[in-house]
Structure formats: structure tokens, C-alpha cells
């Protein structure tokens, strides 16, 4: 049985995770805007969208995982990657 695969922006709410997260990973925790990626409903994997800095769960296999979230980011709208971009306004040609 597969578990679900969630991507999203973390939030303040995220940030126990995000610490034990890069704890689990012996690294800094993340700051700023970070995409998360839960997998069985824990978060296994987080991406910096400032620096592409990524933390991940050494005892899950979260390298296709970081792979989806730097994928995910290189997509994103540039200004502002969290938001959903606006969908943009060609003038009709008559």
C-alpha cells in the first residue's frame, strides 16, 4: 500500500518538524520559505526556496522527494513561489 505524497509550504505550525527534520539530517534547520514533502503523513523532506538548501529523513528514502521539490521550485514563479501565479492577460487580436 502506497501512502499519500503532499507538497506545500510550510507554515509556523511547521516548524517543530522542520527542526527535528534537519536534526534527523545533522544540518541547520531551514528558514524562510520552505516546501515541505509529507509521505505517510510526516514530513520527510523540505526544500529552502531562498537557497534550494534541502533537509530530508536519512531513515526514509527522501531522495526522490528532494528531487519533486527542486523540480517543483524550479517552476514556481520567480517573484513570489508559494503563491499561485495569476493567470496572465493577452490582448485579443482582432
Known amino acids: ?3 499519500p ?3 506545500r509550504p510550510a507554515t509556523a505550525v511547521d516548524s517543530p518538524a522542520l527542526e527535528r527534520l534537519a536534526a534527523l539530517d545533522s544540518a541547520r534547520p531551514l528558514t524562510g520559505e520552505v516546501l515541505l514533502a509529507y509521505a505517510g503523513g510526516d514530513v520527510r523532506a523540505a526544500v529552502s526556496l531562498e537557497t534550494g538548501r534541502a533537509v530530508a529523513d ?3 528514502p527522501s531522495g526522490e522527494l528532494v528531487a519533486l521539490l527542486r523540480a517543483a521550485v524550479g517552476r514556481a514563479p520567480r517573484r513570489s ?3 499561485a501565479a495569476r493567470p ?3 490582448p485579443v487580436l482582432a
Open 1 to 3: 500500500m502506497t501512502s
Open 5 to 7: 505524497l503532499v507538497l
Open 81 to 83: 513561489r508559494l503563491r
Open 58 to 60: 536519512p531513515f526514509y
Open 88 to 90: 496572465v492577460r493577452r
